[in-house]
């Protein structure tokens, strides 16, 4: 949190560029935090944008991470590409990543990943250790059969956000929401209406 605040800008709802400091529920998520967290949330409330900072912020400064973020389609991807690039440019510190490809990139000092993109598009189970993993709107996943490559891919005190706005009673996201809800997994749940 303090290294977001302090070092990330970010653009607005209103199109300014402003330092990133924590909005209520950035705040309430950050003090919340589980090891493996489901987040049920309202549109627009900056979760999946905390994520993403997040995971940059590990990435800079912490050695031998790979930070996986999974979208269910190429414009949200593109979207959250974008912010990341945009908050890499506009440090006041310099780096100067490593691309393996546009959706992936390498900071050299730290020897840690950053890969964005869409589920589906890269074989996560197969060689690659996951030591943070973001799937924003999972509840509109069309095939969910993939997170289960994922899962085995994360080492042992891996950090998960799987989060969604809700899309109907019986899907993945939603059956996984109400377990995690209910308690006796290793799921924390997190709500956040729209009233926030």
């Known amino acids: 949190k303090d290294f977001i605040e302090t070092f990330f800008k970010i653009i607005d709802k209103k199109r300014l560029e402003l330092p990133f400091i924590l909005n209520p ?7 919340n935090w589980g090891e493996w967290n489901v987040v049920l949330k309202a549109r627009k409330l900056g979760v999946s944008v905390l994520v993403g900072a997040k ?18 389609d190429k414009e949200a991807t593109q979207r959250e590409l974008e912010r990341t690039n945009w908050i890499l440019d506009h440090l006041p510190f ?6 393996d490809s546009r959706n992936e990139f390498k900071v050299k000092e730290t020897n840690s990943k950053l890969f964005i993109g869409v ?11 996951i ?3 973001h799937v924003t709107e999972h ?25 969604s706005t809700a899309n109907g009673p019986s899907n993945e996201f939603a059956k996984l929401y109400w377990k995690a ?8 749940a997190h709500f956040f209406p729209w009233t926030m």
Do not use: H
């Not at 310099?94 to 691309?99: A, F, G, I, L, M």
């Not at 509109?140 to 989060?163: K, N, Q, R, Y």
């Not at 809800?181 to 924390?188: A, C, E, F, P, S």
């Open 139 to 163: 509840a509109f996943w069309d095939d969910t059969t993939v997170m289960t490559g994922i899962m085995e891919a994360l080492v042992p005190g891996a950090f998960v956000c799987v989060e």
């Open 131 to 133: 030591t943070e993993l």
């Open 25 to 31: 529920v950035q705040k309430v998520l950050e003090e």
């Open 55 to 72: 995971f940059l912020s590990r990435v800079l400064r912490k050695p031998n991470r790979n930070c996986v973020v999974l979208s269910y």
């Open 181 to 188: 809800k209910k308690g006796n997994t290793k799921w924390k």
């Open 119 to 129: 589920a589906g598009t890269k074989a996560f189970g197969r060689g690659s250790d």
């Open 94 to 99: 310099k780096v100067k990543p490593e691309r």
